[in-house]
T-cell receptor, first 115, second 114 residues
Framework: GENVEQHPSTLSVQEGDSAVIKCTYS??????FPWYKQELGKGPQLIID?????GEKKDQRIAVTLNKTAKHFSLHITETQPEDSAVYFCAAINAGGTSYGKLTFGQGTILTVHP | DAGVIQSPRHEVTEMGQEVTLRCKPI?????LFWYRQTMMRGLELLIY????????DSGMPEDRFSAKMPNASFSTLKIQPSEPRDSAVYFC????????????FGPGTRLTVT
């Protein structure tokens, strides 16, 4: 099955700095990679996703890059703000494969943005 | 839309008792997922349904756990008998389909088994 490794486990930055979280996956058939943000006491919420037919996607201050050859993808947050502080999870799935529906999540990264 | 609704939000019970967690998915979504989150094991998929039919329950830890989806708007996750190691936050999520569709998570049920 799929295995997703996420690094770092914790990340501390100053407000205004950039933050980068990296994930690697094992199944070359995986083709959909969502990123979720989880705030304290809440369920994870999708913030951005990317499919294997593109290498980069951007939405305001957040962007995701995908390297299919190396089997890794990254989340980039620019101009970080205190409200970006949360736990971030990457995930991978072979959408349309036999394991359809079964997202495999990374271990999570606790991001703290200091004012 | 109200989003995914879970109840109760918090449950404290004694070891050996039966626990039932409830979920109402977003209207129109045909896939429903049950997850468990702990510090040690992270976010684990327990079981998921497509069109009310269980597709994959390989994540259910043992026979003490069971899940049902009697109709498109309701699902339950039951633990009988409960044990202290079942203490965790249980999330329900729903999506328009399986695979590459956004999963919308509920607020979770925090279960404590003493």
């Amino acid at each position: 099955g799929e295995n997703v490794e996420q690094h770092p486990s914790t990340l501390s930055v100053q407000e205004g700095d950039s933050a980068v979280i990296k994930c690697t996956y094992s199944d070359s058939a995986s083709n959909y990679f969502p990123w979720y943000k989880q705030e304290l006491g809440k369920g994870p919420q999708l913030i951005i996703d990317i499919r294997s037919n593109v290498g980069e996607k951007k939405d305001q201050r957040i962007a995701v890059t995908l390297n299919k050859t190396a089997k890794h993808f990254s989340l980039h947050i620019t101009e970080t703000q205190p409200e970006d502080s949360a736990v971030y999870f990457c995930a991978a799935i072979n959408a349309g494969g036999t394991s359809y529906g079964k997202l495999t999540f990374g271990q999570g990264t606790i991001l703290t943005v200091h004012p | 839309d109200a989003g995914v609704i879970q109840s109760p939000r918090h449950e404290v019970t004694e070891m050996g008792q039966e626990v039932t967690l409830r979920c109402k998915p977003i209207s129109g979504h045909n896939s429903l997922f049950w997850y468990r989150q702990t510090m040690m094991r992270g976010l684990e998929l327990l079981i998921y349904f497509n069109n009310n039919v269980p597709i994959d329950d390989s994540g259910m830890p043992e026979d003490r756990f069971s899940a049902k989806m009697p109709n498109a708007s309701f699902s339950t996750l039951k633990i009988q008998p409960s044990e202290p190691r079942d203490s965790a936050v249980y999330f329900c999520a729903s999506s328009l389909g399986t695979g590459g569709y956004e999963q919308y998570f509920g607020p979770g049920t925090r279960l404590t088994v003493t």
